[in-house]
């Protein structure tokens, strides 16, 4: 068991600093700490099935634009959690574990991490970016070490519940793309047996206590995923009993956390994701809220969403306030 302390307000600054030109930004290779906060790691030690990997944990920059970051983490061999805690006595003791997209080939740390942890924190909401481990990156049993760190973070953020301020009953996870994917399987799967504990933080619920899915990926099944996330977390030629496994739409019930999606019927992903798996909560009787938008493309998150799909973050919030997760703004 370990615990670590932060004295709010923890002021999350990002480190890049220096001009990056246009031309070399895409591709350009930036220092591997993420953020000025602490990382907090997962696993004490190696994380299961990642022993002997010799991976060297790399952070791109994909933005042209100098002032704005747009990052890639791959080669993670060290899972963590980057804590994001609301200004001083705004905290509501809500909290948000955030699972960013990147197709499970990477981890897209910015637009659909820290911006969406800024927003929470706004709200008055801690959150937590998940710097999860990939799949196709030679871990041991590759499509469990996603999940993994997910119900890891999960059952930590419960063990410092009360030293960070946090009500254990109202942890909710959220993710986008393939997060989602993440985010919906955590949500579906969150007792699935899929490493033996390591210490008294397992012995924790990993259950979300509310679920939000950006342009989720749900189905690994063709016709309706996303086959680059699905070679990705299952390999070229899944067996059909792991397409099922993974297909979260198939494994909602009455206990799966209530839900609340966006998606934008533009997208390159299809919108029967955020359907299935809304009807597949209909069906059971669990809580949810569905919004599809006539624009907005795949990966708007906060920074790139214009016209109503903007307007995603204000029902976000309505919806929460409405489960009674958090109250009105502090």
Not at 258 to 275: C, K, L, M, Y
Not at 305 to 328: D, N, R
């Amino acid at each position: 068991m370990f615990s670590l302390k932060w004295k709010a307000p923890l002021v999350v600054l990002l480190l890049l600093t220096g001009v990056i030109s246009p031309a070399a930004a895409a591709k350009k290779e930036v220092p591997n700490r993420l953020f000025a906060g602490e990382e907090i790691p997962l696993w004490p030690g190696t994380a299961p099935g990642s022993g002997g990997l010799d991976l060297k944990q790399q952070v791109l920059e994909r933005s042209t634009d100098p002032k704005v970051q747009d990052r890639a983490v791959t080669g993670i061999t060290d899972p963590s959690i980057i804590p994001f805690f609301p200004p001083k006595g705004r905290a509501n003791g809500a909290a948000v574990l955030i699972a960013p997209g990147g197709g499970y080939e990477r981890v897209v740390i910015d637009k659909e991490g820290a911006d969406i942890a800024e927003w929470l924190n706004s709200l008055g909401i801690t959150a937590f970016v998940l710097k999860y481990r990939l799949p196709g990156e030679g871990h041991e049993v590759g499509y469990n070490v996603p999940l993994q760190d997910a119900q890891r973070a999960m059952r930590i953020i419960r063990q410092n519940a009360d030293e960070w301020g946090i009500d254990a009953g109202k942890v909710g996870v959220m993710g986008f793309s393939a997060g989602g994917h993440l985010a919906s399987t955590l949500a579906t799967q969150y007792t699935a047996p899929v490493y033996d504990p390591v210490d008294g933080a397992d012995g924790l619920d990993a259950r979300p206590d509310f679920l939000v899915l950006g342009y989720p990926v749900i189905s690994m099944k063709e016709g309706i995923t996303h086959p680059g996330s699905r070679g990705k977390l299952l390999g070229a030629d899944p067996s059909e009993e792991l397409v099922e496994r993974f297909s979260n739409e198939l494994h909602v019930d009455a206990n799966t956390p209530p839900a609340f999606i966006v998606q934008a019927h533009d997208d390159g992903v299809s919108t029967e994701n955020s359907v299935l798996f809304y009807q597949a909560l209909k069906a059971a009787k669990a809580d949810a809220e569905l919004h599809i938008f006539r624009t907005g493309g795949h990966g708007f998150g906060i920074r790139l969403a214009k016209g109503p799909v903007a307007l995603w973050t204000k029902l976000c919030e309505e919806w929460l306030i409405s489960e009674g997760m958090i109250g009105g703004r502090p």
